[in-house]
């Protein structure tokens, strides 16, 4: 069969870095796809030609190169307006604290700092104040999880794979939370991960999470229709959305403990 060959022009924005406070000029790159080149989803999923191209076909998708220098790279489709997230160490910048921030603690500086950033992405998958659908599974260790049981507790529920760049970032972000809540039995940490028992365990012995993992999640992740990740979202007690966010920004863990806390009381 004949090979369908499209140009695609790319136009990788400049993006703020918030810490620095620079902007990156816009660069323009030519590349040629094909019915060979490798097209993956946002869970690193191989798809097929057919299956990509008619993905593009709707106009509600787009391309995105994973190595921008590179003419032959692969490609991960992604819904319009989506934009692939800047990262930065959430580490000391070593900044100074400016005037009128002087009075104020390290830790109260920091946090104003990180409230000054606009609110982290939004999922497309849930809305403020909705009460979502309950699943009922097992986690790693046998215990019974479902989640209807968890009424009247504060839930953080945390989709991710172990392929997954941001999701392997944000873990010892995670991880603070579920330490600073630990004394806490009305506050819930759930990670429901694609991967599979054994990979997780594996995974789990250089890089530990304390979140309570549900293995071989993907059927829950298609519940909510969950195609991006890490999401995360937090419900409160009546398991009403309370907040939620695609991505790992710098300010994520930020609003999440803001908004457990608010939830709490």
């Known amino acids: 069969m004949k090979n369908i060959c499209v140009l695609f022009l790319f136009i990788i924005a400049g993006f703020v870095a918030r810490a620095q406070d620079t902007v990156k000029k816009a660069a323009t790159h030519r590349f040629s796809i094909d019915a060979h080149s490798v097209v993956k989803d946002s869970t690193g999923k191989t798809l097929t030609f057919n299956e990509w191209s008619a993905l593009s076909r709707t106009r509600e998708y787009v391309l995105w190169p994973d190595d921008v220098n590179n003419a032959n790279t692969a490609f991960t489709i ?16 070593g900044n100074t604290i400016p005037a009128g921030q002087k009075n104020l603690s390290p830790e109260e500086a920091e946090e104003r700092r990180m ?56 873990i010892p972000e995670l991880n603070k939370l579920v330490e600073l809540y630990k004394d806490n039995p009305n506050v819930v940490f759930l ?25 071989d999640g993907r059927s829950i992740a298609d519940i909510y229709k969950i195609h991006l990740y890490p999401t995360s979202v937090i419900l409160d007690k009546e398991g009403k959305v309370a907040f939620h966010t695609v991505s790992f920004a710098a300010n994520s863990p930020y609003w999440m403990k803001k908004t457990i806390n608010e939830v709490l009381k």
Not at 78 to 93: F, I, V
Not at 123 to 144: C, R
Not at 198 to 204: E, G, L, P, Q, Y
């Open 78 to 93: 992604l819904k319009k307006g989506y934009t692939p997230p800047q990262y930065r160490s959430t580490a000391n910048t």
């Open 115 to 170: 409230a000054s950033y606009p609110k982290p992405m939004e999922s497309e998958n849930f809305t403020i104040g909705q009460e979502i659908e309950s699943f009922s599974t097992h986690d790693m260790n046998g215990k019974k999880v479902k989640l209807k049981d968890l009424r009247g507790k504060v839930v953080m529920l945390n989709f991710w794979f172990i392929g997954c760049p941001p999701c392997r970032a944000e």
């Open 191 to 215: 990670a429901v991960a694609l991967d599979q028992r054994w990979d997780i365990r594996t995974f789990m012995k250089t890089n530990p999470f304390n979140f309570e993992i549900i293995d």
